[in-house]
C-alpha cells in the first residue's frame, strides 16, 4: 500500500498549484482520503478530506473557497487544487488514506491509516 503526492512547488501569492495523490497497491475507491499539512514548528493539520464515493467532501475553514478537493477513481488518484495561495499556506502538503472503508471524510489524523511522502509547498513573492 502506498500512496504518492506530487504537484508541489514555489508559486506567488494569489497563484495556484494542483496537487495529486496516488495510490499503488490498493484501490482508493472504498476510502476516504484526506489532505493534511504542516509549516515548520507547527503540528499537522487537517486541510480537506473526500469520502470513499467523492460525494461528500470537507475543509478546514481557512481555506474554504480557495481550494478544492476531488478524485477520479478510475486513474485512483485524488486532487488538490489550491487557488488564491497565501504564505500561510506554506507547508509540506501530505494525502492519506482513511483506516476504514466507505466513511465520509474525517479531520482526526488517527482516523488516517496510510500516509503519502508529502510534497513541499511554498507560497513567496
Known amino acids: 500500500v502506498q500512496l504518492q503526492a506530487s504537484g508541489g512547488g514555489l508559486v506567488r501569492p494569489g497563484g495556484s498549484l494542483r496537487l495529486s495523490c496516488t495510490a499503488s497497491?490498493?484501490?482508493?475507491?472504498?476510502?476516504?482520503i484526506g489532505w493534511f499539512r504542516q509549516a515548520p514548528g507547527k503540528e499537522r493539520e487537517f486541510v480537506a478530506g473526500?469520502?470513499?464515493?467523492?460525494?461528500?467532501?470537507a475543509y478546514t475553514e481557512s481555506v474554504k473557497g480557495r481550494f478544492t478537493i476531488s478524485r477520479d477513481n478510475a486513474k485512483n488518484t485524488v486532487y488538490l487544487q489550491m487557488n488564491m495561495l497565501k504564505p500561510e499556506d506554506t507547508a509540506v502538503y501530505y494525502c492519506?488514506?482513511?483506516?476504514?472503508?466507505?466513511?465520509?471524510?474525517?479531520?482526526?489524523?488517527?482516523?488516517?491509516?496510510?500516509w503519502g511522502q508529502g510534497t513541499l509547498v511554498t507560497v513567496s513573492s
Open positions: 492519506a488514506r482513511d483506516r476504514l472503508v466507505q466513511r465520509r471524510p474525517t479531520s482526526n489524523l488517527t482516523d488516517y491509516g496510510y
Open positions: 497497491g490498493f484501490a482508493l475507491n472504498n476510502y476516504a
Open positions: 473526500i469520502s470513499w464515493s467523492g460525494a461528500s467532501t
